[in-house]
């Protein structure tokens, strides 16, 4: 039988009703950047640039950065990158790429997972973290895989989300961008007509849905539904509160991982922990059966005139870079079908990375050696 714990969060109450007070009251804004996914649909198209297995979220694209160092940047125009988690899954550190990228990064800010499993986890863990050192703050979700053209609008309506979980800490902030297709692989949500007066343009959300086939998508579509960019904002307390109801497994697992942070035994209880985890995707499992169950609860951020992508498929960054001009129109359908690219698609610059000039950070020397 398993050791009864005391570790408990007790659902957030409201601020003062201007969403401003002490720091000490309503805590610091702290984000986690959601980096531990293997990205495995876009393995050919990654092999076909000459990166190998190289998780997309460390993969330059486009300009002079991955995608992870895109997001991380985007996080510190609100949050100092001090206040950052980023989590990982510890097999990607065998790539010279990864362990660059996270070298940069503040001493303990890189939160490395024994195993990928899926995005429930690779949420708790680091909140449990941020918990540990920031019990009363706000938290700012980023997932690492996601292009963005327009970021200071993305970044502005972050604020906003922000904010309104200032005025009423019992509320979970979802961004979502007005779809311009009938996309199946992505989620859903469909906010109602009441506005609420937390925030401009904030609403409750009536229904979620993770990928839904193509006729449920059109009817969302049609009905005012928005693309779920797993962007959010919320309490730390107030989200441990909900996992502790909906995901309680899950939730009394962590307990234990709380409760190891900073002692000797940390490692083994965390690789213990996740050798008995089953994999759990947080849309899937925790936001739709919280809209079924607490539809007060989720509130939907629209985000209009925003081009904004979840680059899990080749055909979707074709198509993205088409659209800013990043890559050269082809015959027929733009959307290939084919994911090998041509000779002349320059767009991709390989970088040359020398992993001999390389020194790794604490953080990552530690969990080598774990």
């Given at each position: 039988m398993e050791k009864e714990s005391t570790f408990h969060f007790p659902i957030a109450v409201a601020t003062h009703q201007n969403g401003v007070g002490r720091s000490d009251e309503d805590g610091v804004v702290c984000g986690i950047v959601l980096a531990g996914g293997e990205g495995k649909r876009l393995q050919p198209f990654i092999k076909s640039l000459?990166?190998?297995t190289l998780p997309k979220q460390y993969v330059n694209f486009i300009g002079s950065r991955s995608m992870l160092e895109h997001t991380l940047q985007r996080a510190e125009k609100l949050i100092p990158s001090e206040r950052v988690l980023t989590i990982i899954t510890e097999s990607h550190l065998r790539y010279p790429e990864v362990r660059e990228q996270c070298s940069s990064r503040p001493k303990d800010t890189v939160i490395v997972q024994p195993e990928n499993k899926e995005t429930g986890p690779g949420l708790i863990f680091p909140l449990m973290h941020l918990y540990?050192?920031?019990p009363n703050s706000l938290v700012l979700v980023l997932p690492s895989d996601h292009f963005i053209w327009q970021e200071d609008r993305l970044m502005d309506h972050?604020?906003?989300?922000?904010l309104a979980v200032k005025r009423d800490p019992s509320r979970l902030i979802l961004l979502g961008v007005k779809p311009d297709r009938d996309e199946p692989e992505y989620g859903y949500l469909l906010p109602n007509k009441k506005l609420l007066g937390i925030g401009p343009n904030m609403s409750e959300i009536s229904w979620f849905i993770e990928k839904p086939d193509q006729k449920t998508a059109r009817r969302l579509i049609r009905a005012g539904g928005l693309w779920n960019t797993m962007i959010m904002a919320f309490k730390t307390k107030t989200m441990l509160h909900w996992?502790?109801?909906?995901?309680?497994?899950?939730y009394r697992q962590f307990q234990q991982v709380y409760e190891a942070i900073g002692t000797p035994g940390e490692?083994?209880?965390?690789?213990?922990?996740?050798?008995?985890?089953?994999?759990?995707?947080?849309?899937k499992e925790f936001?739709?059966?919280m809209v079924?169950?607490?539809p007060s609860s989720l509130v939907a951020l629209p985000i209009d005139n925003l081009l904004w992508s979840d680059w899990g498929t080749a055909s979707r960054i074709m198509d993205v870079l088409a659209k800013i001009g990043k890559v050269p129109r082809l015959?027929?359908?733009r959307r290939p079908t084919d994911i090998k690219i041509a000779s002349g698609y320059d767009f991709l610059e390989e970088l040359p990375f020398n992993g001999r000039d390389f020194q790794t950070s604490q953080v990552v020397r530690n969990s080598l050696q774990k």
């Open positions: 000459g990166k190998g540990k050192r920031y972050a604020r906003l989300a922000c996992m502790s109801k909906l995901v309680p497994m899950l490692t083994d209880v965390v690789r213990n922990i996740y050798q008995r985890l089953k994999p759990m995707n947080f849309s936001l739709e059966p079924k169950n607490y015959e027929g359908s």
